[in-house]
């Protein structure tokens, strides 16, 4: 099988975090990203749910600006973030 070059843009902090979670992984960029073609192109789709995380909701940053304000003023009430149990 014959190989070509791939080239495109990345921002280069989320390249450098890729790299470390690839080398995690025992695999280079490349072998991630190959499987991703293979899997992409296998099933005719994004392997994946590609949506807007509701966090980032401008409704949502706003509420949080809001809460930390408000401590900020000393008023509200500081809590322990809680963690997922895994």
């Known amino acids: 099988m014959s190989q070509v070059m791939v080239n495109f843009r990345?921002?280069?902090?989320?390249?450098h975090e890729m790299e470390a979670v690839c080398a995690d992984l025992g695999m280079s960029m490349t072998t991630a990203f190959t499987i991703y073609a293979r899997k992409m192109t296998r099933e005719r789709r994004?392997?994946?749910d590609v949506s807007v995380d509701p966090f980032y909701d401008p409704a949502n940053l706003a509420h949080i600006r809001r809460g930390l304000a408000q401590l900020d003023r000393g008023e509200g009430q500081e809590h322990e973030l809680l963690e997922d149990e895994p």
Request: proline share 11%.
């Open 46 to 48: 994004v392997p994946f």
């Open 10 to 15: 990345m921002d280069s902090a989320l390249k």
